[in-house]
């Protein structure tokens, strides 16, 4: 079972860039599919892009298609988010998630078994 911890959130304004790095304690980090969700105030919690242990996708969210992008660096252990054209409501609480072999709804929270506490984003328009 392999442990996270998301870094990078902060304040940004409305078309700036942020990216969030999702770091992983473990063994076989490479056997795990990784997902980013995010919660807003008052909101439930969305799933946002996600990585496959596989070769298929990576898999976006309608809302972030072609601004945000995310990556895995199997040597380090760590998957990216990278978030450009930020918009006010891309703020949240945003949450990397991990299951291992999982290969088939990818966007489906519940099909994650490892979470991190979360990093907040808060985009200033």
């Known amino acids: 079972q392999v442990q996270l911890g998301e870094s990078g959130g902060g304040l940004a304004q409305a078309g700036g860039s942020l990216r969030l790095s999702c770091a992983a304690s473990?063994?076989?980090?490479?056997?795990?599919?990784v997902g980013w969700f995010r919660q807003a105030p008052g909101k439930e919690r969305e799933f946002a892009a996600a990585v496959s242990w596989t070769a298929l996708g990576p898999y976006y969210a309608d809302s972030v298609k072609g601004r945000f992008a995310i990556s895995r660096d199997s040597a380090k252990n760590t998957v990216f988010l990278q978030m450009n054209s930020l918009k006010p409501e891309d703020t949240a609480v945003y949450y990397c998630?991990?299951?291992?072999?999982?290969?088939?709804?990818?966007?489906?929270?519940?099909?994650?078994?490892?979470w991190g506490r979360g990093t907040q984003v808060t985009v200033s328009s």
């Open positions: 998630a991990a299951a291992r072999f999982l290969r088939t709804g990818v966007q489906s929270d519940h099909k994650y078994d490892t």
């Open positions: 473990g063994r076989d980090f490479n056997t795990y599919t």
